[in-house]
């Protein structure tokens, strides 16, 4: 008998249950790998639809900084437009201003050339009512001599044609063939006093008007350290007369042209406080200002600009110094 049978009968019937075993093994190990996949899966689809998600948010982003791109870059434009036509206008503004500015200057230097014809006419005015003042004393003069004389004012009357005096005067000493003595006039003829030069009404100096036409000559003739001195004379021979402030004035427009603006300043001063009539308070008003501006005081300048609006609104003056507010910055207060 054969004893490996028993073994291998055995051995069949145990060959299913492995096989069974092994089988319910894999299921087993099958399982968890198929529910590990499937959530690979979905969270896979996840990222993808996140990853979708994501491009269509940056496509959108694209899209709208495209156009605020757009929006910026025309709002640039604009700008740039804007910034160029505002450039103009102030181009424009200020080419006017100038041209107002120099048509102003203009304006106010010939109504100061008339000013100052208009002075010397006086001056000239002046001396011809001196001649004629004097002219008029010599013949008063003359006058009074001859009703002083015997017979009264009648030397002078001539007789009647063909009339003989009843008692002839007597012959005046006669010369060489019956002619008067050069040296002895006729009885009948007075005598003429001798011209009498006209007094100066200052210690030996000429007039105040001649003082004055001889130094607005020198200042024209552009010798201002001679004008200057003869100003000075003016000034110091006259302080009275009305000649003085324009001599002052003078003084002044010398001492800036030189840049000795404070002596300038100092100038203009006298002729706005002890001239107060004088057609030069205006324009000294106006230099005064710009003398202070050129020495850096440019509040104090500004005042005076100011100040010469309020007190002269409708002068030529007036209208420069707005011009030269406006020209720095200051808000001019219309008149």
Same mark, same amino acid.
């Given at each position: 008998m054969n004893?490996?049978?028993?073994?291998?009968?055995?051995?069949?019937?145990?060959?299913?249950?492995?096989?069974?075993?092994?089988?319910?093994?894999?299921?087993?190990?099958?399982?968890?790998?198929?529910?590990?996949?499937?959530?690979m899966v979905q969270l896979q689809t996840q990222i993808q639809q996140l990853q979708d998600a994501v491009a269509r948010l940056q496509q959108s982003n694209d899209e709208r900084m495209g156009v605020m791109k757009d929006l910026i870059q025309q709002s640039a434009d604009s700008i740039n437009k804007m910034?160029?036509?505002?450039?103009?206008?102030?181009?424009? $503004?200020?080419?006017?201003?100038?041209?107002?500015?120099g048509k102003t200057d203009q304006i106010s230097g010939q109504i100061q050339s008339l000013n100052d014809s208009v002075d010397e006419i006086k001056a000239r005015i002046g001396s011809l009512q001196k001649l004629v003042q004097d002219v008029q004393s010599q013949q008063q003069s003359m006058?009074?001599? $001859?009703?002083?004389?015997?017979?009264?004012?009648?030397?002078?009357?001539?007789?009647?044609?063909n009339s003989v005096p009843d008692n002839p005067p007597p012959p005046a000493p006669s010369g060489r063939r019956g002619k008067p003595s050069a040296n002895i006039p006729p009885a009948d003829v007075p005598v003429a006093p001798a011209p009498v030069a006209p007094a100066s009404l200052s210690?030996?100096?000429?007039?105040?008007?001649?003082?004055?036409?001889?130094?607005?000559?020198?200042?024209?003739?552009?010798?201002?350290?001679?004008?200057?001195?003869?100003?000075?004379?003016?000034?110091?021979?006259?302080?009275?007369?009305?000649?003085?402030g324009n001599a002052y004035y003078y003084q002044a427009e010398i001492a800036y042209r030189g840049g000795k603006y404070a002596a300038a300043i100092k100038a203009y001063d006298a002729v706005i406080d002890q001239y107060p009539d004088s057609n030069k308070v205006p324009v000294a008003h106006l230099h005064k200002g710009m003398a202070l501006v050129a020495q850096n005081q440019k509040d104090a300048g500004i005042r005076e600009f100011r100040n010469l609006i309020q007190r002269y609104p409708n002068s030529p003056e007036a209208m420069q110094a707005r011009s030269k507010l406006s020209g720095m910055g200051v808000t001019v207060t219309p008149k």
């Open positions: 004893t490996n049978q028993p073994i291998q009968r055995n051995q069949r019937k145990k060959r299913p249950f492995v096989a069974a075993v092994l089988f319910g093994a894999a299921l087993c190990c099958a399982s968890p790998a198929f529910a590990v996949s499937k959530d910034s160029a036509v505002v450039e103009s206008l102030q181009k424009q $503004m200020q080419a006017q201003q100038e041209a107002q500015s006058s009074a001599n $001859m009703q002083n004389q015997p017979g009264g004012g009648s030397a002078l009357s001539s007789p009647p044609v210690g030996g100096a000429p007039p105040a008007d001649e003082l004055y036409k001889t130094a607005l000559g020198d200042y024209m003739a552009a010798k201002y350290a001679l004008a200057a001195s003869e100003f000075g004379d003016v000034v110091k021979n006259y302080p009275d007369n009305p000649l003085s």
